[in-house]
């Protein structure tokens, strides 16, 4: 058999060796996104960047998806596409320990951990984890990119559109739909229909509703700074978005914009366009969750208007429930 390389060098790397071992595979070793990157220990060395193994023949070895979903299904998602457009191949892997019907179908990719249960029926996108004891049962469809997250129970029936994330102990009873780029809080009990990229968390679990008063928050671009300091005070979002008519967003206001102000001596009567940011980072709406996990992250900010197409306001993101 050709030999394998897995793609990343972190904890869920480590998990997916021991898979491959348990499996008889050979391992050629890993890659990392970097160079400097080296958490890779025992035997097996790490081989060269993700571009090196790029210029490999795809034909000449396997492939196995190293990477997590701790923090985003992102990266995970985009290192599967990249090589796969190229034409290598990701292997699919079941734990000896696992329970797999052989009436179930599993994609290119997919990774059944230690003491899963995968009933008769289910089928099982590309790219997707069902990770340890979490219990998948019959007749379920779950998506491509998925995040099954261990100790899981998923009734029978159930479908879960692609790139979800399902936290840790969360139960989902049967017939349901979890539509895509949706997030389920670790420990959550859910009893109704999950809309797509919605954040449900609870028991029983419930949508977070952080976004129901973001029209609170918008103002014109002739209020005052008084009256912005007001409304961001009132309404506990810690940012006023400065929009027109028809929502257009001209600029965001902070409590950081508003200190800044402050401290520059600004008389508090002057319109809020003279402090506001008028180049916010902003996301389109259809934005994954983890995308915008990941963007706030980087940039060190809680909160990101969703627009779209057009530039205008449709939502707005706040870093508190990207962490559910």
């Known amino acids: 058999m050709k030999p394998v390389i897995i793609l990343g060098t972190g904890g869920h790397a480590k998990v997916v060796l021991e898979l491959a071992l348990l499996s008889g595979l050979q391992i050629k070793g890993f890659s ?6 080296n958490k890779a220990s025992g035997e097996f ?3 060269g960047t993700d571009e090196d193994v790029l210029q490999l023949d795809p034909t000449s070895c396997y492939l196995v998806n190293g990477l997590g979903s701790v923090s985003s299904l992102e990266r995970r998602y985009d ?3 990249k090589f796969s457009e190229r034409g290598f191949s990701f292997l699919t ?3 000896p320990s696992a329970i797999v019907s052989n009436n179930a179908r599993l994609g290119e990719g997919v990774q059944i951990m230690a003491g899963a249960v995968v009933q008769t ?6 790219n997707t984890i069902i990770n340890t004891k979490a219990s998948v049962d019959h ?4 998506g491509a990119h998925v995040h099954i997250a261990p100790g899981v129970t998923i009734s029978g029936g159930v479908k879960i559109e692609k790139c979800v994330h399902i936290g840790t102990s969360a139960v989902i009873i049967q017939g349901l739909t979890i539509g895509e780029g949706a997030l389920v809080g670790a420990g959550s009990l859910i009893l109704r229909n999950v809309k797509p990229r919605q954040k449900v968390f609870g028991v029983p679990a419930r949508v977070v509703k952080n976004m129901r008063d973001w029209r609170k928050i918008l103002v014109k671009p002739e209020c005052t700074v008084r009256e912005v300091i007001e409304i961001i005070d009132r309404e506990s979002l810690q940012i006023a978005l400065v929009v027109d008519e028809r929502l257009y967003l001209f600029g965001t206001v902070t409590d950081g914009d508003v200190r800044r102000a402050l401290l520059a001596n600004i008389d508090l009567n002057e319109p809020v366009s003279k402090i506001m940011n008028s180049k916010p980072i902003v996301l389109k709406e259809k934005a994954r969750q983890d995308h915008i996990l990941r963007v706030m992250r980087e ?8 627009l779209d197409s057009q530039g205008r306001v449709v939502d707005l993101e ?3 429930n990207s962490l559910l």
């Open 45 to 47: 060395p790490v081989i």
């Open 79 to 81: 290192v599967y596409n």
């Open 318 to 320: 706040l870093l508190e």
């Open 121 to 126: 029926g289910t089928t099982v996108g590309c």
């Open 32 to 37: 990392v996104p970097e160079l400097g990157i």
């Open 93 to 95: 892997l079941t734990h």
């Open 299 to 306: 940039n060190s900010i809680h909160q990101i208007p969703i």
């Open 139 to 142: 007749d379920c469809s779950i």
